[in-house]
């Protein structure tokens, strides 16, 4: 459990090497314009890299896009060397899915590092394949000696800063690599839909930010080839794909999936969309998320995504981790000062759905991956709020009431080890909830980390509702919004389960290996 920075395994870095070179013709330098269906070999080529997600102790998903139709076949092996295979048939890659697909890898070993190579064949003749990309993945151990240790970060090419050669791209996710966690968990904002990106930005000390430019980040995504277009933008990023061919992720949706502080119903007042029906927009941007993201509760079925966001993944008998998701089922955005409200943040069926899968729940800890925070006030305009939070210190009303149901039954229940991780306020902090400094006392103790931004602006600290006594430990945030990375360090988050003790260590993380807050949590407890 110490700070140091572990290097990859030598059979990870020749994995991640050759990774790399089967996706050489994406490049900071050449830009969007060098896209992979100008290959001009006849062969399918997936110079988008591999992804994996969802990763269990016995199975996972890998992800590929192809430049052109291609029957996606997967090889997964014990070594590097591939001496012996097993073989995975995936789906048929086409324009109907923007030629990506996801294949479902089960029967794996638990505990074991294994190796995989994606190949893509012609589906008029199988002979004709591409050159294989190759990754690497952990999978989640049947003993609980073995510990687990993960990062979180989210918000990745918001506010205009997209990838910038000058600085190397996105810097962070190859700082991340080199810590060789079990997986990542992205905890939302993981495109930015609604903001585009320009060729060039001047900071106020006069620098000049450049970026790499496509033309789907040119404007606010509306259709479901310029949603698809976001994803395929931080693709584009080499340090991107080289993490993704090294560590498995667990990933969520926040509201720039789609569009800044959105909701069910929503109907736009903004001169930028010609589409002015947010759920015509949400299900464009559902639809491309499914395509680009492997998640195991969304699956692609004839061109459309079905299945939902929520989920637990469940990472051995050390953790489980319970995505949320607090955008598809919420109410519309408002003070929040209302006395009764069933369906809050999370939508009255995913809050039992929650209840449920928790009291069955026998992992030692218990993530509650979030993608907005608790007790931080997040205002959508001048008078309503966009997360839980309405900045009233008094009893819970709006959204407040279904976080207190919520926290009233894990006490009730007994359920111990609950932590809280979640990003989007662009700064990152540790609070710690207590019931003798809350409005609500009907709780056991618990912390929240918040971690990021990963590849975006930086923002300085929200304000603190006190409804349920929040103490803000520890915080590092910028003092004006909207700083770039050449400017303010990027964050995210690691957690450490030691397999011996059970203790889980919490470390906030700066760009540049610093260490800036630190806390042990004890195994077994209903509070901290």
């Known amino acids: ?22 996706s050489a013709a ?42 052109r139709p291609a029957r996606m076949i997967v090889e997964t092996s014990a070594s590097a060397s591939f001496r012996r295979v097993h073989r995975h048939h995936g789906p048929l890659l086409g324009a109907g899915s923007d030629f990506t697909g996801t294949t479902a890898l089960r029967g794996l070993p638990a505990g074991e590092q294994i190796h995989y190579r994606v190949t893509l064949a012609d589906p008029d003749d199988p002979r004709r394949t591409g050159e294989p990309v190759l990754g690497t993945f952990r999978t989640a151990p049947a003993r609980r000696r073995d510990g687990v240790r993960f990062l979180w970060s989210g918000d990745i090419a918001g506010q205009g800063w997209g990838i910038n050669p000058d600085i190397g791209g996105f810097r962070a996710y190859e700082e991340m690599r080199r810590l060789d966690p079990d997986f990542f968990l992205c905890s939302g904002d993981t495109i930015y839909a609604d903001g585009p990106i320009q060729p060039s930005v001047t900071l106020p000390d006069g620098r000049i930010w450049r970026n790499v430019t496509t033309p789907e980040k040119s404007k606010v995504a509306e259709t479901l080839d310029e949603y698809r277009g976001n994803f395929r933008y931080n693709l584009l990023d080499h340090h991107v794909r080289a993490f993704n061919a090294q560590v498995p992720s667990i990933v969520q949706w926040d509201d720039h999936e789609v569009r800044n502080n959105w909701y069910p119903g929503q109907i736009l007042d903004d001169v930028r969309y010609t589409v002015k029906d947010v759920d015509v927009l949400a299900a464009r941007a559902s639809r491309a998320f499914a395509e680009y993201v492997p998640v195991s509760t969304l699956h692609a079925r004839g061109g459309a995504a079905e299945g939902r966001m929520h989920r637990v993944v469940r990472y051995g008998p050390l953790l489980d981790v319970f995505v949320l998701d607090m955008r598809s089922y919420r109410n519309a955005n408002s003070p929040g000062r209302q006395s009764e409200d069933t369906t809050g943040i999370l939508g009255a069926e995913q809050l039992a759905w929650l209840k449920r899968e928790l009291g069955r729940s026998r992992a030692v800890w218990k993530v509650l991956a979030a993608d907005m925070p608790l007790g931080l006030v997040v205002p ?55 019931p003798e400094r809350a409005a609500f006392q ?54 450490d389960i030691d397999g011996g003790s059970g203790e889980l260590t919490v470390r906030l993380r700066a760009e540049g290996g610093t260490v800036l807050f630190s806390k042990v949590l004890q195994p077994g407890r209903i509070g901290q």
């Open 1 to 22: 459990m110490s700070d140091r920075i572990p290097g990859p395994s030598p059979d990870r870095r020749s994995v991640l090497c050759g990774s790399l070179a089967a």
């Open 380 to 434: 959508d305009g001048a008078t309503n709020v966009e997360a839980i939070a309405q900045g009233d210190p008094g009893a819970p009303l709006g959204r407040e009431l279904q976080i207190a149901e919520l926290l009233r039954f894990i006490k009730h229940r007994r359920i111990t080890g609950t932590v809280w991780l979640t990003a989007d306020v662009h700064h990152t902090s540790a609070q710690h909830y207590a």
């Open 442 to 495: 009907d709780f056991a103790p618990f912390w929240e980390f918040v971690s990021g931004p990963l590849a975006a602006g930086g923002f300085p600290a929200s304000a603190l509702d006190a409804t349920f006594g929040p103490e803000r430990v520890f915080v590092r945030a910028p003092e004006r919004a909207n700083l770039s990375p050449m400017e303010s360090p990027q964050y995210f988050g690691e957690v």
């Open 26 to 67: 994406l490049t900071l330098g050449g830009g969007a314009a060098a896209a992979p269906a100008l290959a001009l070999s006849g062969r399918p080529r997936a110079a988008w890299g591999v992804q994996t997600g969802d990763v269990t102790a016995s199975s996972g998903l890998v992800w590929v896009r192809s430049d």
